[in-house]
């Protein structure tokens, strides 16, 4: 008996003992957006279309994606954390928190590029502060996920001011640049600061950083709204005019700073719509850039809870890009830009993926799928050109 022992006793020590298995450098890296977390809904089942995210399909959609990523190297979040019409005043800040605690406990190896979207913000919508207490609670929540193993030493500096900082990748001579382009939008005020200079400082801040590195560095940029035409406003059964999500002057010199030669900007990352897409800066792939737009996990306009997983290899290029969505009360594979032809994401893939787009129905229905995630698709009922251009052209 106690020979027994001795023995179960010195395996349990030996498994303790035993070193962490190695992770995985090439696992993909996951992207989440608009997750629009509501507090204050405490259903016990996961939100239904109509509703911001809950508890359960915020807990839902992290072990999903802990299930088909177990290890990611990045989990990049591009904005709207919080719901929408969410309470002013402190509340805002904890509940930043408390996401950092679930996403950190969810992922407790991974480094963070956090994003911040309009609807984050302690004062309302559209009205994030500069240099106030809500940023500064948010770089002290989100910093040791960000920061993990060193990677952006600067973020909790820089972040407080404009919601902005750079962070290195887990590829050689790759970082990102994180902006937050809510300052750039058309619908910015800074209401609860009174800075009527806010978007130009930060417009000159993003130049900064992108112009602060290596000779040999590479260079993402993570922002929450993708530049160009809010095409679901733009459609052609409502006869309205195209309409831009960001200021024009701005969005102008946002796109200057990001296709300088020097800048080395290879992807765009953003969110907003709800819906994944692309868009690409010019369609000219000596100097266009691909632009990815993430799905939400927020199902409140009718898309299916989404995410993604990508794919990058060691030359810093999104090889792969695969969507996760809950439909029907499961989560399944919803599609991937392989099963459209695009394998390397780049301007000419996506300029290859547009011109069968616009001559193929069949290959637009199965598009639209991943799309809304498997939800409602509306260039299905408004006509399906507008939404095909604002892939292409950015300018109303």
Not at 252 to 263: G, Q, S, T, Y
Not at 330 to 343: E, H, K, M, P, Y
């Amino acid at each position: 008996m106690l020979i027994r022992y001795l023995v179960a006793l010195s395996l349990i020590l030996t498994i303790a003992a035993a070193p962490a298995a190695p992770r995985s450098h090439d696992a993909p890296w996951l992207l989440i957006s608009d997750v629009h977390f509501d507090p204050r809904n405490s259903g016990a089942a996961p939100s239904r279309i109509g509703s911001d995210t809950n508890a359960a399909l915020l807990d839902s959609m992290l072990a999903e994606a802990a299930k088909v990523d177990p290890d990611p190297p990045v989990v990049l979040l591009s904005g709207d954390l919080l719901a929408h019409n969410f309470p002013v005043g402190p509340v805002a800040a904890k509940t930043m928190a408390d996401l950092a605690a679930r996403f950190d406990r969810a992922f407790p190896r991974a480094q963070f590029v956090l994003a911040l979207g309009n609807n984050d913000s302690a004062c309302d919508d559209y009205q994030i502060t500069p240099h106030g207490k809500f940023l500064r609670a948010v770089a002290k929540a989100w910093a040791p996920l960000v920061n993990r193993n060193g990677a952006a030493p600067a973020m909790r500096a820089t972040f407080p001011r404009y919601g902005a900082y750079v962070a290195s990748l887990p590829r050689p001579h790759l970082r990102i640049v994180v902006a937050d382009d809510v300052f750039f939008s058309k619908n910015y005020e800074d209401y609860c600061g009174r800075s009527s200079d806010a978007p130009r400082q930060a417009g000159a801040e993003l130049r900064t950083l992108l112009a602060s590195h290596a000779r040999d560095a590479r260079t993402w940029v993570l922002v929450h709204i993708p530049p160009g035409i809010n095409a679901a406003k733009s459609s052609l059964i409502l006869n309205l005019r195209a309409r831009s999500y960001l200021d024009a002057a701005l969005q102008r010199e946002l796109l200057a700073a990001l296709e300088r030669p020097e800048a080395k900007v290879g992807l765009v990352i953003a969110g907003h719509l709800h819906r994944f897409t692309y868009r690409m800066t010019s369609d000219d792939p000596r100097r266009g850039i691909p632009i990815l737009v993430a799905p939400a996990v927020s199902p409140i306009v009718g898309n299916g809870p989404s995410f993604l997983t990508l794919d990058v290899d060691r030359g810093a290029a999104v090889t792969g890009v695969t969507e996760y969505s809950f439909v029907d009360g499961s989560w399944r594979n919803t599609g991937s830009l392989a099963q459209f032809g695009v394998g390397r994401l780049d301007v000419r893939a996506l300029l290859r993926l547009q011109n069968r787009l616009r001559t193929d129905p069949n290959l637009r229905e199965r598009f639209l799928t991943m799309y809304a995630g498997g939800g409602f698709a509306e260039p299905r009922f408004t006509g399906w050109q507008p939404f095909w251009c604002a892939s292409e052209y950015l300018e109303a």
